[in-house]
Each structure stands twice: as structure tokens, then as C-alpha cells.
């Protein structure tokens, strides 16, 4: 009688299909591997098969940054290792290391037919050799591509190394958790020694950490470390390793596991993940290479003037606050960082606030107007708007502005443009970007730098959209350098591991605006610094001509100012956009002038050069007008050529030369002397 049974199915059943699959699987994965004993001497390992330190270097050489993955490793010798270690790790991942060419063929025969039962990737069954390979070129995806080409790599790692060459590097490169990568920073992080020192009850908890970093940590979960210290010490002895008084001694004894270490402070943190994320996203290097290639990447960083930055942040943030700040510095004629700080704590926050580009700009984004300005002809030093409340309308009269300034302080009184800037009047602004035009402004913004989002409102005038302190950094180092646009470098040259050059920047600049509109504005700017100005406060830190702005909104601060040869952007605020307390408003002020003195403590002092086009009049401060004889307080004011007052003011008197003649020729007494004199 026929069978009615049929083959089970499921994980548990065969079915002739199914050991057909299981069979063709297995041969193909024994005709790779003896396909790649055929083709090894045909293909070459790829660049970096051992890896070396990435060093990220500043401008005069020093090493800032040492990269292997962003890991803690220490290479050593194999016989630096402790050999219960090297025992440990062959009984547990691979206990006929020096008997196979790089891959098992019953593992992976064995590794085949589990998974073709489950009909999903399962078994590992790599040896140690395959583990390496896997580690220096190939991801950790479980995919039969993969696999096959672990094959390949391991094959041609064992005609190129020898076995303890091998077993080196693997013990040199395998993750140990918590950022250790090898035995030596395994040792050092776990116990607080060497690897050659470690004892067999230390090798045994190591040797089981790699299977799974994280799940087997004594730190997160150490019931299940010493369960897995125990299934190696079993290992250890089922391979004849060690005998059964040594497996019990060591299972009694628990291994002292020392704290983790606290995270060491990192040199200029938040400018080494700008110059990585710039090398792999912008100038195309691989990031394996960066991380473990030995590459040499010489920056524009200056250590010197990035600790002022640090300190001058540091000193200008209260203790007890969750206040946040960010500054950048670079040289305007060559578009140089010379440092970077994104925040109050990079061991708190990663985020780099110096690209935020959420945050208002406040009256800090005022030069770009005034600079449009000028350079239109639209006013001029000399030109008076009222300061008091007032409505404006735009849009063909559909739409209405009511701005107001600071606290609801008002002149009501005509002022002129440096007063304007010293001041910070906000009613000023607005009648100037209503009188030049919002598309102007940005035009002018554009061809300074800036490429956020901007809309042309006259809210534009008051810095209402959001840019970067990065951005506006680059802007004001357009006044620095003359009119001068460079565009921003921190990589100045990428070395691979022999030297060769992989990459070396050629600055780039652009005239984008004329030398004396340029500097107009900055005469302009000079201004905060002066009595009545809102840095007035900070004067006395400074000792060199200095030129910037200040900017307040209802969350955020910003001082951005400059000296011929350093720009720099500071802005304090808080994360989540909390609104500022006044006290707090001005502290960006006081970070960019300790800076600025600081980081150019060892250069003389440098005025801003004067450019052709440009000329300097004695005016009047409360009419704008050229300064007559009587005038109590005469300014020397900067004009565009062409664009300064030619009358003299009326207020206090006019020069003798240019007072009319009166009426009847000057009086009886006079017409008598000229009469006398013939």
C-alpha cells in the first residue's frame, strides 16, 4: 500500500527540492573557495590592508586629531599579547586556525545546510582569517555576496601574511566595545594594564567580548559577560588548552573591570568634524581611507587663537546656565578658519551651532543694508531719516510695518547714519531698505556670501530671516578684505600614507564689491565701539582699530566684527529658541573682544587701508553738513568721492570767505576804508 504521508514541512522537514538546494549551495560555496586559491595571484589586496592613524593637523604642523576610526587602538606586537588571550580567542573563534588556508570547508559546509534549512542567513562560521578580511575591506551585512568575497579576501591574506601575522593584525583590529579596538585597548579600558599582562580569567572575559560588543560588556550587562567567560573557558579546555585545575581557578576568580574613563577633551572637536565631514562629503575621500588610509590632512586651524576661542567662550557663559554660544574666526584675505567653537561642551552636544540655520541675525545682517546703500547712492553718511515711531507701507500700499527699536527708545529727532549704527535704530533701517530697495539688499547679500533663505520684505532690513554665524562671518570678511569675496578654506592639503598628495585647496577670491563702498562701511561700523554705541562697554578691551556690529532679537545675541586680518561671528542664545534675559543680550560683546585681543596679542595693531574713491570731511553731527568754523563738535566723516555735502552748515556759522556780502556794501565804516585805501 502507497504511503499517504507526506515530508514534514517546515525548519524541521527535508523534502528532495529543498536537500538539492542545500547541495548546489555547498558546492558552489567549496568551488569559490578553490576558484580563489586559483585566482589569488591575479588579484591584489585593496590599498590599507593594515591600518594607520589618519592625523588631522593645524596650520604650523601640530597634530590636533589622531584617527583610527574615531577609536581607541594601540597596536602591538604578537608578543605583547598575553598567550592566554591568543588561546582564548582561537578556542572560541576559530580553534583550526593554523590548520586551514583562510576558510573552514566543513564550517562553511555546515554553515550552508543550517541556513538553507531555516531559508534565512544564520550560521556564521567564519575563522578568524575570514573575520579580518571581513574587517579591513568588506560592511557586516549577512549576505552570500559577502560571504564569497570574505573567501577571496582571506585567501589572498594568507598567501601574503604569514599565520601569526595574521593572528597580529586580527588581535590589533577586532572591537572589544566602548571604542576599544584591539587587545591593547581592550587591556587598558577593562583592567588598567598592558595585554601582555592580562591573566586567564581576564583573556577568558576579552576573548568572549567580540561575538557581540555591546551584549556582552561587564559594564551594561555583566551576568551575561561572565556566563560568555564561562563558555570560552569551556572552549579553552574541550580544545586542550588549558586542564581542568586551571579552567576551575580561573571560573572562581572574578576580574576586577575598572570604571570607564571619562572622555578626555578633544582638541578643537567641533572643527574636526567640520574638516572630516568636508573631506568626505565635499572633496570626495573614501571614508574608510579617512578613518584608517594613514592620511595627513594639514588644516587652517590656529591652535593659538582656537584656545582663545575655547577661554573666551568659556569665561563669557555663566557657570549654572544652559546658555549656549558659538564663535568663528577666519582670516578675511584668504578665507582661513582659524577656529571654531559650536558650543558651550562637546562632551554635552555634538551639534555645531556655528551652521545653525535657524537663528536670526537680528541687527547684526544692518551692514549688508547700509552697504547696499552706499553703494547705490541712496545715502550717504550725511543722510537723516527721524527716529520715532513710524508706519510704513509696501506692496502698492497693501501691506503695513510698524518696527520699533529696543526697548521703545527713540531720538525723535532727525539722525544721521553713524548715529543710526551706533545706536542700532531700527526706524532708520527701514526707512533706508524702503528707499533702496529690499531686492537690492539681497543682491548684496548674495554677492557677500550669504545663501540662506531671504525674502524681499522691508523686515529683511532687521535681520528677520535666518543665517548662519558662518555665513555672516563670511560676509563681514568681504569689508576685511576691501571688497574682496574668499571663499572659506579649513583643508589646505591631503597626504595619502606615502606622501602623495590627494588633494591641496587653491583659494579662491573674487572683487564683489567696490573699495570704498567697503570701507565707508567699516568707518561706518567703528562706530558701536564709540560713546553712546551699543559695544561701548567693550571699547576698553580692545586696543586696535576694530570694526563690527551687534545684533538682539527676542532669542538670540550676536556680536560679528573684524580687524584687517581676523573675522569673527560670535552668537549666544539658547537651543530651543528660549527667549534671553537683557544681562544675557550682552554677552556676545565681551566673548568677541577677548577673543580678538587674545588670538592677535602677538600682532601690532593694523588700520584699515584707505582705497581711491574715498574722501574725508570735517561734518557737522546734528546737521550732516561740512563743519563751519563755530561748530563745537566737528566729526571726520568718510564719504564715497562724489557723494559728501558740499554747503556748510548754518547752525553755528559759516567761514569768512563764504559769508554773503550785506546789504549796501557792507556798511558806512567799511565803504569809508576802502575809500581811504584809494
Not at 583610527?68 to 605583547?80: D, T
Not at 559650536?342 to 541687527?363: D, E, L
Not at 533702496?436 to 529683511?460: C, F, N, Q, W, Y
Request: charge should be positive.
Amino acid at each position: 500500500m502507497e504511503s499517504r504521508h507526506k515530508p514534514k514541512p517546515g525548519p524541521e522537514g527535508g523534502g528532495p527540492l529543498r536537500r538539492r538546494l542545500a547541495w548546489f549551495t555547498l558546492f558552489c560555496l567549496v568551488f569559490a573557495a578553490g576558484g580563489s586559491f586559483v585566482l589569488h595571484r591575479f588579484g591584489s589586496l585593496p590599498a590599507g590592508a593594515v591600518p594607520q592613524s589618519t592625523q588631522i593637523l593645524d596650520a604650523e604642523g601640530n597634530v590636533i586629531a589622531s584617527m583610527m576610526g574615531g577609536v581607541n587602538r594601540h597596536p602591538v606586537k604578537l608578543g605583547e599579547i598575553s598567550p592566554w588571550l591568543i588561546k582564548a580567542t582561537l578556542a572560541v573563534e576559530d580553534r583550526r586556525f593554523y590548520e586551514h588556508s583562510g576558510f573552514d570547508v566543513r564550517g562553511l559546509a555546515r554553515a550552508a545546510w543550517v541556513d538553507v534549512r531555516h531559508l534565512e542567513k544564520r550560521e556564521g562560521a567564519s575563522t578568524l582569517t575570514q573575520q579580518l578580511a571581513r574587517n579591513l575591506y568588506l560592511d557586516h551585512q549577512r549576505t552570500w555576496t559577502r560571504k564569497l568575497k570574505e573567501a577571496w579576501y582571506a585567501a589572498r591574506l594568507e598567501q601574503t601574511y604569514g599565520k601569526n601575522e595574521i593572528l597580529q593584525m586580527y588581535l590589533n583590529q577586532i572591537y572589544y566595545g566602548h571604542g576599544a579596538y584591539g587587545a591593547e585597548a581592550a587591556a587598558r579600558l577593562y583592567f588598567g594594564k598592558s595585554a601582555k599582562s592580562l591573566t586567564l580569567a581576564e583573556s577568558a572575559l576579552l576573548a568572549g567580548i567580540p561575538k557581540g560588543p555591546r551584549y556582552y560588556s561587564p559594564h551594561l550587562h555583566p551576568a551575561d559577560a561572565e556566563a560568555r567567560r564561562r563558555t570560552v573557558l569551556q572552549a579553552m579546555l574541550d580544545d586542550g588548552a588549558i586542564n581542568e585545575r586551571q579552567a576551575e581557578q580561573a571560573k572562581r576568580q572574578k576580574p576586577a573591570v575598572q570604571p570607564l574613563p571619562e572622555e578626555p577633551d578633544r582638541t578643537a572637536p567641533y572643527f574636526t568634524d567640520y574638516v572630516k565631514r568636508i573631506a568626505v562629503e565635499r572633496l570626495g575621500i573614501d571614508e574608510r581611507l579617512l578613518n584608517d588610509g594613514g592620511l595627513v590632512i594639514k588644516t587652517t586651524l590656529d591652535l593659538r587663537m582656537q584656545k582663545a576661542a575655547e577661554e573666551a567662550v568659556k569665561k563669557g557663559l555663566p557657570g549654572d546656565s544652559k546658555l549656549q554660544a558659538a564663535l568663528i574666526a577666519m582670516d578675511p584675505r584668504n578665507g582661513y578658519i582659524k577656529a571654531m567653537v559650536g558650543g558651550r561642551s562637546y562632551k554635552m552636544n555634538q551639534y555645531n551651532r556655528v551652521f545653525a540655520t535657524t537663528r536670526q541675525p537680528g541687527s547684526s545682517f544692518k551692514p549688508i543694508l547700509y552697504a547696499a546703500a552706499l553703494e547705490n547712492h541712496v545715502v550717504t553718511p550725511s543722510t537723516r531719516f527721524r527716529s520715532e515711531p513710524t508706519i510704513f507701507y509696501y506692496d502698492n500700499n497693501r501691506e503695513i510695518y510698524r518696527p520699533s527699536n529696543y526697548n521703545d527708545r527713540y531720538f525723535h529727532e532727525e539722525i544721521g547714519l553713524r548715529q543710526a549704527i551706533a545706536a542700532s535704530d531700527n526706524i532708520y533701517a527701514v526707512n533706508t531698505i524702503m528707499q533702496t530697495g529690499p531686492e537690492a539688499v539681497m543682491d548684496m547679500a548674495r554677492r557677500l556670501g550669504i545663501t540662506a533663505k531671504l525674502k524681499a520684505v522691508p523686515s529683511l532690513a532687521l535681520g528677520a530671516y535666518p543665517v548662519s554665524p558662518f555665513e555672516m562671518a563670511r560676509a563681514y570678511s568681504v569689508f576685511a578684505a576691501g571688497g574682496t569675496r574668499a571663499d572659506p578654506l579649513a583643508i589646505l592639503r591631503i597626504e595619502d600614507r606615502s606622501g602623495n598628495v590627494l588633494y591641496e585647496a587653491r583659494p579662491r577670491t573674487a572683487q564683489v564689491l567696490p573699495p570704498a563702498v567697503a570701507y565707508v562701511t567699516t568707518r561706518l561700523l567703528e562706530s558701536v565701539f564709540e560713546s553712546g554705541g551699543t559695544a561701548h562697554r567693550v571699547a576698553g578691551l580692545l586696543h586696535r582699530p576694530v570694526a563690527g556690529k551687534t545684533g538682539t532679537t527676542d532669542s538670540d545675541a550676536w556680536f560679528v566684527g573684524y580687524t584687517p586680518e581676523l573675522t569673527a561671528a560670535v552668537w549666544v542664545g539658547y537651543d530651543r529658541g528660549r527667549a534671553i534675559r537683557s544681562s544675557e543680550a550682552h554677552r556676545a560683546a565681551p566673548i568677541f573682544a577677548n577673543f580678538a585681543e587674545a588670538a592677535l596679542k602677538d600682532h601690532a595693531p593694523a588700520e584699515f587701508r584707505m582705497p581711491e574713491g574715498v574722501v574725508s570731511i570735517f561734518v557737522d553731527p546734528r546737521s550732516g553738513m561740512r563743519a563751519a568754523p563755530g561748530c563745537p563738535k566737528p566729526v571726520l566723516e568718510t564719504f564715497l568721492a562724489g557723494t559728501e555735502p558740499t554747503e556748510f552748515c548754518p547752525l553755528h556759522g559759516l567761514p569768512e570767505e563764504k559769508k554773503p556780502e550785506p546789504a549796501g556794501g557792507g556798511g558806512w565804516w567799511k565803504k569809508f576804508k576802502r575809500w581811504w585805501g584809494g
